[in-house]
């Protein structure tokens, strides 16, 4: 058992369990909303420039999908070896996406981020959740670092 499950209190775990769960749910909820935004082919694009910043861009929504959930269920569990991985998993889907809009803005002399407004849920997926990712790595990065201190 690590230092982590030791010091969690039992609300505290199931609080990073519902957490998960939301971000999970919620992530494959807009993908299953917008699925022509999400799964497509991106060696359908003449560009290469272009096939690999969609190619990033799946890296970056699936793994954003996936990973934060799972890290912050196995830490509810008492496993906190994949909370360093948080920051890259929150910051991979938002960076593509802007790296996305500037490939696009070179190409076609507009910029396409008018979607925040169109479709407003994506203020949330690209640029709150992915936030609120990274201050929770922050929390649990400094909350790791007093448990490791204390024990010494």
């Known amino acids: 058992?690590?230092?982590?499950?030791?010091h969690a209190?039992?609300?505290?775990r199931s609080s990073f369990i519902a957490l998960s769960a939301f971000l999970v749910a919620l992530y494959?909820?807009?993908?299953?909303?917008?699925?022509?935004?999400?799964?497509?082919?991106?060696?359908d694009e003449t560009s290469l420039i272009r096939q690999v910043t969609l190619v990033i861009s799946?890296?970056?929504?699936?793994?954003?999908?996936?990973?934060p959930g799972l890290a912050l269920f196995l830490y509810?569990?008492?496993?906190?070896?994949?909370?360093?991985?948080?920051?890259f998993s929150a910051l991979l889907w938002p960076i593509s996406v802007v790296l996305?809009?500037?490939?696009?803005?070179a190409r076609d002399g507009v910029w396409y981020f008018?979607?925040?407004?169109?479709?407003?849920?994506?203020?949330?997926?690209?640029i709150l959740?992915?936030?609120?990712?990274i201050f929770l790595w922050q929390d649990l990065r400094d909350r790791e670092g007093k448990h490791a201190l204390a024990e010494q």
Not at 116 to 121: A, E, G, H, R
Request: proline share 10%; charged share 10%.
């Open 1 to 6: 058992m690590t230092d982590t499950a030791k």
């Open 9 to 12: 209190r039992p609300n505290f």
């Open 28 to 43: 494959w909820l807009v993908v299953a909303t917008y699925p022509e935004f999400f799964i497509f082919n991106p060696f």
């Open 58 to 67: 799946l890296a970056g929504w699936l793994i954003i999908a996936i990973v």
């Open 76 to 87: 509810a569990a008492g496993n906190s070896r994949l909370i360093p991985l948080l920051p």
């Open 100 to 105: 996305n809009q500037v490939v696009l803005y």
């Open 114 to 126: 008018d979607y925040l407004i169109n479709s407003p849920v994506f203020i949330a997926t690209d």
């Open 129 to 133: 959740l992915p936030a609120l990712l």
